[in-house]
């Protein structure tokens, strides 16, 4: 084997491992934690299984507060879908919106009126149909 061979396989492992160390880094942000296992030298040898993950009643507003932004993100997306796919993950997003308003999270109507205003154009135009 090549030192040039070595070094692409070595980084190509490399970059399969950070991948993956860098979502275990996120997963314990949301309490959660992984086995990662690495068996070889092979790239494809690297995995991570769930473990376990805590949390009690009271870390529910800081843990929908880290979640806000994605959920934002998620509606964002859903807007550029055709209507009928669209829709299909607004809807439940938005009502998981609306549960952890009626919790007590503080979500701003003003961070997810995209999704609701994109829903209600859909249904309008659907109503025109």
């Excluded at 790239?43 to 932004?69: E, R, Y």
Aim: glycine share 4%.
């Amino acid at each position: 084997m090549t030192h040039w061979t070595w070094a692409s396989i070595a980084y190509e492992t490399l970059k399969r491992f950070l991948a993956i160390a860098r979502r275990e880094y996120e997963l314990l942000a949301l309490n959660q934690c992984s086995e990662v296992a690495w068996a070889t030298n092979n790239k494809d040898s690297i995995n991570s299984s769930f473990k376990m993950s805590k949390g009690q009643a009271k870390d529910l507003p800081a843990m929908a507060q880290q979640l806000l932004p994605v959920l934002n993100s998620l509606l964002s997306c859903a807007t550029m879908l055709p209507p009928d796919r669209g829709n299909s993950l607004m809807l439940p997003t938005l009502a998981l919106i609306a549960a952890l308003r009626d919790e007590g999270i503080d979500v701003k109507p003003s961070e997810v009126f995209c999704g609701f205003a994109t829903l209600n154009a859909r249904e309008n135009a659907e109503k025109l149909d």
